[in-house]
């Protein structure tokens, strides 16, 4: 299996596993939107004897208060249905991470599960002070400081990008 960044050429084999990871197509088609409209954004899949398995993407979320910081939200990944379980996103999120680092972006947040992101060093964004502008339990949102302190004495929403909000 390789990592490796999206390519133009990978855009349907994108669709289609995150269309055959999650109950509808909204994430898959959220994807398509975000790569047209949310800069940066980092998109990577899991490719393995040339056909796409898996997918993950990172794109611009703000932190009301402080417009100068610069965070990515991890959303979505998918790994297609009979290659789940098999590590593939867990190499996704670590090499998705070690490219948000190289941008030198200062924090990540993920709505997720909070017994598989805590492993790549995601907390309760709580902890930080940050809140998500979506009602969920805090134990699914979280946050990660891809610059040590980068998020020390700050507060505030976090807000995705517009894309998000048609997610249905």
Known sequence: MQI???????RSAVHAVNYSAFETRAEAD?????REQAVPHISLIAEDKGTVIGHIMFSPVSLSGHPK?????????????R???????TAL???????CKRGEFAFAVVLGHPRFYPRFGFRPAGQFGIDSEYEVPSEVFLAL???PGALKEKSGK?????????LS
């Open 69 to 81: 910081i610069r965070a990515l939200g991890l959303a979505p990944m998918a790994v297609t249905p």
């Open 158 to 166: 976090v807000r995705y990008h517009a894309a998000f909000n048609n």
């Open 93 to 99: 999120v670590e090499a998705g991470l070690e490219h």
């Open 4 to 10: 490796r960044l999206e390519e133009e050429r990978d």
């Open 30 to 34: 959220l994807v398509d939107v975000l």
């Open 83 to 89: 290659r789940q379980r098999q590590g593939i996103g």
């Open 145 to 147: 400081e891809l610059e």
